[in-house]
């Protein structure tokens, strides 16, 4: 769903806010502070990865999801004190924003992202590629996600999805 011309007045002053959102989002994940991430969502966010082929079949399986912020810091509390898995960083990048609507205080959004993966010993690999597909919301003057959907070009993953994307 295009913007109406009215609209856009909207997304020339919501565009680098959306941008600012996304920048933060990935600079906390690739910075390694991830007790931080559920601050991007509001209290009954959902966050959520699944394949493309998933997401275009419209099956609702996902390989992640977290709904709420308690899922979202104890997803984060098992992967400090639970989880076992190699060390490795990520280094997002994200562009090509679009903004699909803005109407009744909800902003819907897509853009891609590519996710360079550095492991412990320095091999550097993509290992994933996609979009984000989110419902956004400005809360008290700070952009939140409602829902992002983070929708993986492969189905093919290549180790555990312990950090987010």
């Given at each position: 769903m295009a913007l109406i011309p009215s609209q856009l007045d909207d997304e020339v002053s919501l565009r680098p806010r959306i941008d600012a959102l996304n920048a933060n989002y990935v600079?906390?994940?690739?910075?390694?502070?991830?007790?931080?991430?559920?601050n991007f969502f509001t209290a009954d966010g959902e966050y959520s990865i699944s394949t493309r082929e998933?997401?275009?079949?419209?099956?609702?399986?996902?390989?992640?999801?977290?709904?709420?912020?308690?899922?979202?810091?104890?997803?984060?509390?098992?992967?400090?004190?639970?989880?076992?898995y190699e060390p490795h960083t990520y280094c997002h990048s994200v562009s090509a924003l679009h903004i699909s609507s803005a109407s009744q205080g909800v902003i819907a959004t897509k853009s891609n992202f590519t996710l360079v993966r550095t492991m412990s010993e320095g091999q550097m690999m993509l290992f994933a590629a996609g979009r984000y597909m989110d419902k956004i919301i400005d809360y008290n003057g700070e952009l939140k996600f409602a829902e992002r959907r983070v929708i993986l070009e492969s189905r093919r993953i290549d180790t555990l999805l312990v950090i987010p994307i």
């Open positions: 600079h906390t994940i690739d910075d390694d502070r991830l007790e931080d991430w559920p998933n997401h275009e079949m419209g099956l609702p399986i996902c390989l992640v999801q977290c709904k709420g912020t308690g899922m979202f810091r104890d997803r984060i509390t098992a992967l400090r004190q639970a989880n076992i």
